[in-house]
C-alpha cells in the first residue's frame, strides 16, 4: 500500500483543499465524473459538487475514494478535518445539509415560513435574529444557508419544487423593502427551469399537512428520505412506508395548491400589494 502523501502548494482552507484534492486525483487518472462514478459505484454528480465544493459528501463514498485510489485513508483525514472546519451546527442539521447537497430532487411543504433555499439574506436575517444567533456566529449561519441555496444553480442543479401556504406570503418582514425584495426573489428564481413553486390558498380549506413542514430528498442512489421539521427541531424519516405516507399527503396537498402559473400571478398580486402599501 502506497504511503500517505504530503500535499503541499494546495489551499489552507479545508474544505477547498478537500475538494483540489479529489480533483486532482481523478484527472490524473484520466477520469471523467463519470467513468469515477462507474468505477466507484456512485452517482457522478456527486462527485461533481465535492470537487467544486457544494457538498463534502458522507463518509461511505469518502471511504470509497479512498479504497479506489489505493490511499490508506488520506481522503478521509481531510474530509474529518473539512468537516471540523463547518460553522457550529447541531448534528441532526448538519445530516440534514449534506442530505441536501447530494440531492438530485428535493420537494417540500412549508407552512408559515419560507424555505431556506429561497430566501434573501435579510429574511433569513431577521428569522435567525429572532433566534439564539448573534454577533459573528449570526453571521456565519447566514452565510451557510445563502452556500446552500447553490443547490439551485449549475449544470447539476436539483429539480426543485415548493408548496407555499398562503400563510408564508401573507406574513411580511417589518421593512416593507425587504419583503419587496423577497417577493422579487421568488418571482425571480420561479423563472428558473428546475424550480417549480406553488401556492396553497387558504380557500383550499384544511388538508393532510396543515401543521406539517415538510420536504422530501431524492438521493443519488435513488432513496427518498422526509424531513419533518418545526420551530425548534427537525426529524429525518427514512423508513419507506412513513416515506410513503408523507408523500401520498403531498399529493394531496399539491393536488390542492395553485397551479405554477396561478401561483405565480398570486406572487405578483402580493408583490404589487406591498409596493401600494409603501410609504410614501
Same mark, same amino acid.
Not at 465535492?50 to 479506489?68: C, I, N, Q, S
Not at 428569522?127 to 449561519?141: A, D, F, I, T
Given at each position: 500500500? *502506497?504511503?500517505?502523501? #504530503?500535499?503541499?502548494? $494546495? ?6 483543499? !478537500? ?26 454528480? %456527486? !462527485?461533481?459538487?465535492?470537487?467544486? @465544493? ?10 470509497? %475514494? ?6 490508506? &485513508?488520506?481522503? %478521509? ?9 463547518? *460553522?457550529?451546527?447541531?448534528? &441532526?442539521?448538519?445530516?440534514? +445539509?449534506?442530505l441536501e447537497a447530494e440531492a438530485v430532487s428535493i420537494w417540500e411543504y412549508a407552512v408559515c415560513l419560507l424555505p431556506g433555499l429561497l430566501q434573501t439574506e435579510r429574511y433569513a436575517r431577521?428569522?435567525?435574529?429572532? @433566534?439564539?444567533?448573534?454577533? &459573528?456566529?449570526? &453571521?456565519?449561519?447566514?452565510? %451557510?444557508? /445563502?452556500?446552500?441555496?447553490?443547490? /439551485?444553480? @449549475? ?14 406570503? $401573507?406574513?411580511? /418582514? ?31 380549506? *384544511? ?8 420536504? !422530501? ?14 420551530? +425548534? ?9 412513513? #416515506? ?8 394531496? #396537498? ?11 400571478? !398570486? ?8 409596493? $401600494?402599501?409603501?410609504?410614501?
Amino acid at each position: 500500500m *502506497p504511503p500517505r502523501r #504530503v500535499i503541499t502548494g $494546495r489551499s489552507q482552507d479545508p474544505r477547498k483543499r !478537500f475538494a483540489e484534492e479529489l480533483h486532482k486525483l481523478r484527472l490524473a487518472r484520466r477520469l471523467s465524473c463519470r467513468a469515477l462514478g462507474a468505477a466507484v459505484g456512485w452517482d457522478p454528480t %456527486l !462527485f461533481s459538487k465535492m470537487e467544486r @465544493g457544494k457538498t463534502l459528501g458522507g463518509p461511505e463514498v469518502v471511504k470509497a %475514494l479512498d479504497t479506489f485510489y489505493q490511499l490508506p &485513508e488520506m481522503l %478521509l483525514a481531510l474530509w474529518e478535518v473539512a468537516v471540523g472546519d463547518r *460553522p457550529p451546527t447541531r448534528m &441532526e442539521y448538519r445530516q440534514y +445539509f449534506d442530505l441536501e447537497a447530494e440531492a438530485v430532487s428535493i420537494w417540500e411543504y412549508a407552512v408559515c415560513l419560507l424555505p431556506g433555499l429561497l430566501q434573501t439574506e435579510r429574511y433569513a436575517r431577521r428569522l435567525m435574529e429572532q @433566534g439564539s444567533h448573534e454577533g &459573528e456566529e449570526l &453571521e456565519r449561519q447566514i452565510k %451557510l444557508r /445563502l452556500e446552500r441555496q447553490e443547490v /439551485l444553480k @449549475g449544470a447539476d442543479a436539483v429539480t426543485f419544487r415548493a408548496i407555499l401556504s398562503e400563510t408564508v406570503l $401573507r406574513t411580511p /418582514l417589518p421593512d416593507p423593502t425587504h419583503w419587496q425584495e423577497q417577493l422579487e426573489h421568488l418571482l425571480t428564481v420561479s423563472d428558473q427551469r428546475n424550480v417549480t413553486l406553488q401556492v396553497l390558498p387558504h380557500s383550499a380549506g *384544511p388538508h393532510a399537512l396543515n401543521s406539517t413542514n415538510v420536504t !422530501f430528498l431524492r438521493l443519488t442512489d435513488a432513496r427518498v428520505v422526509a424531513w419533518v421539521e418545526t420551530g +425548534f427541531s427537525g426529524t429525518q424519516i427514512d423508513a419507506s412506508a412513513d #416515506v410513503e405516507h408523507l408523500q401520498a399527503r403531498y399529493d394531496d #396537498v399539491r393536488d390542492l395548491a395553485l397551479s405554477p402559473a396561478e401561483s405565480r400571478r !398570486f406572487i405578483m398580486r402580493m408583490l404589487e400589494k406591498a409596493q $401600494r402599501e409603501q410609504p410614501a
